[in-house]
């Protein structure tokens, strides 16, 4: 069964503290893996998509790695603006399939 | 561009009711989908279309329908409200290329009593 699994489910970082969250998955014939930001309230912002093992992505102070069974969305020295709930997405079964998973809820506090 | 609407923001039905929830975009997207987000659960597909008149099914399907009969159009209708409907529901779009980049709606929250 595809799967995509996120840890931790929640996150709680000083301003300035760099982390990682981690995104695992079990998907026949990987087609792409996303991230996307949600605010509350909010419906899901993209932020970014890998295709193959070794890509990586940034933007400001996020970057996005991938590796053959698990993706890492690394925060360089967060702010509080930085706090959201992060989804990684995989389509299986079909371009259009896209699984989420259950997302990590990240706090920075200033 | 307004990107994806949807409408209502809020609902509240009694179970049994149906109704339908609207989705519309405005930048040309092929590819629609619903979902709906649960606490803990994350976000499940409901359905999908890759196209006007194609329609397909998610993850979680049973108890509503779809169809697609513009581009710019996507409506989700609930047929028999049941209280395990109650959720966040989302729409997206998106463009048939590599990156698959979804387009978001703002969301409907659906309360079934």
């Known amino acids: 069964e595809d799967q995509v699994t996120q840890s931790p489910e929640a996150l709680r970082l000083q301003e300035g503290e760099s982390s990682s969250l981690n995104c695992s998955y079990t998907?026949?014939?990987?087609?792409?893996l996303f991230w996307y930001r949600q605010d509350p309230g909010k419906g899901p912002e993209f932020l970014f998509t890998l295709y193959s093992a070794g890509e990586e992505k940034e933007k400001e102070r996020l970057k996005a790695t991938l590796t053959k069974k698990e993706s890492f969305l690394h925060i360089t020295a967060p702010k509080p603006e930085d706090s959201a709930t992060y989804l990684c997405a995989a389509p299986a079964g079909g371009y259009q399939k896209v699984t989420f998973g259950t997302g990590t809820k990240l706090q920075v506090i200033p | 561009n307004a990107g994806v609407t949807q409408t209502p923001k809020f609902q509240v039905l009694k179970t049994g009711q149906s109704m339908t929830l609207q989705c519309a975009q405005d930048?040309?997207?092929?590819?629609m989908s619903w979902y709906r987000q649960d606490p803990g659960m994350g976000l499940r597909l409901i359905h999908y279309s890759v196209g006007a008149g194609i329609t397909d099914q998610g993850e979680v399907p049973n108890g509503y329908n779809v169809s697609r009969s513009t581009t710019e159009d996507f409506p989700l209708r609930l047929l028999s409200a049941a209280p395990s409907q109650t959720s966040v529901y989302f729409c997206?779009?998106?463009?048939?290329?590599?990156?698959?980049?979804?387009?978001f709606g703002p969301g409907t929250r659906l309360t079934v009593t």
């Open positions: 930048m040309n997207h092929e590819y």
């Open positions: 998907v026949s014939g990987l087609r792409g």
């Open positions: 997206a779009s998106s463009q048939s290329n590599r990156d698959y980049e979804q387009y």
